[in-house]
């Protein structure tokens, strides 16, 4: 069993910075990417990141690109969002995965429980 406990939401301004953070219990070849993804009320559930734990090409979805970054520490089994020039729909509950491939070929295999973020203008 891997555990995602995802950390670092809260209510913040438009154009504040907010950074998200995954502990991972372990990494496995099940698990040799991570990714956050975030779902809005009455929305569904998107991809917004992905990064592999050896290190390399990295993916954005479109409304994250040139704001979030996503980083990993492997010492620290964890991995960040971080958020800058925050807008109001980027509200939503924000979760951490594990799993592998990168983009739109990522596949989850595990899941956090969800942190939630909301950008008030």
């Known amino acids: 069993q891997v555990l995602l406990v995802e950390s670092g939401g809260g209510p913040v301004q438009a154009g504040d910075s907010l950074r998200l953070s995954c502990v991972v219990s372990?990494?496995?070849?099940?698990?040799?990417?991570m990714a956050w993804f975030r779902q809005a009320p009455g929305k569904e559930r998107e991809i917004v990141a992905t990064i592999p734990w050896r290190g390399g090409t990295t993916f954005y979805t479109d409304s994250a690109k040139g704001r979030f970054t996503i980083s990993r520490d492997i010492a620290r089994n964890t991995v960040y969002l971080q958020m800058n020039s925050l807008k109001p729909e980027d509200s939503a509950v924000y979760y951490c995965?594990?799993?592998?491939?990168?983009?739109?070929?990522?596949?989850?295999?595990?899941w956090g429980q969800g942190t939630q973020v909301t950008v008030s203008s």
């Open positions: 995965s594990a799993g592998t491939g990168s983009g739109s070929y990522y596949r989850a295999a595990y």
């Open positions: 372990r990494r496995t070849v099940s698990n040799d990417a």
